[in-house]
């Protein structure tokens, strides 16, 4: 394995496969297109020309997915990534409405309306727009955390 091709690497293909068959599930379309072995469908997801970011299901969830627009955006490393918990990517101020996204996404099993303000790692704020977020779950249906994409976003001015 090299650095040039994580998905291959830290259980991305199997991510990879759980967030777009949960997509698919949930909202009744695909997320890619689903084309090739699951090593090309989630290079493919990794390489998208959109955000594709998921956590897990720890009390204090940790990231355990970015692809490379999403790690760009919040100027992650993959080590910091997977170190990182998803809170984090919302200043301290926004965590209340993050909290309620990710309680209504559970609820609901997606959400598709969602806007809010983000945070990168160098203190870059973001409002992203028109997110769709979801819950993950392993083959035999069983919940492994939330998923989230998007393609518009605006940085904003530091506060």
């Known amino acids: 394995m090299t650095g040039t091709e994580p998905w291959l690497q830290n259980g ?21 297109e ?11 997801l990794y390489n998208a020309p959109f955000v594709v970011v998921s956590h897990g299901t720890q009390v204090d969830p940790l990231l355990n997915y970015a ?10 490393s993959i080590p910091k990534l997977l170190d990182t918990p998803s809170r984090m ?5 926004h965590r209340d409405e ?5 309680a209504r996404t559970t609820r609901d ?3 598709d309306d969602y806007r809010g303000i983000r945070i990168a790692t160098d203190g870059q704020r973001f409002l992203i727009d028109r997110a769709t977020v979801w819950n993950v779950a392993d083959p ?3 919940y492994v955390g939330q998923a989230a994409t ?3 976003w605006t940085n904003l001015e530091a506060s």
């Open 150 to 152: 998007f393609k518009n």
């Open 12 to 32: 991305w293909i199997e991510q990879s496969q759980r967030m777009l068959d949960s997509y698919h599930c949930l909202l009744g379309h695909q997320l890619i």
């Open 109 to 111: 099993g997606y959400v």
């Open 140 to 142: 035999q249906g069983v």
């Open 34 to 44: 689903r084309v090739g072995t699951d090593a090309e469908q989630a290079a493919s």
């Open 67 to 76: 692809n490379a627009v999403a790690l760009d955006l919040w100027k992650l």
């Open 98 to 102: 993050r909290a309620k996204l990710l």
């Open 89 to 93: 990517t919302a200043e301290t101020v």
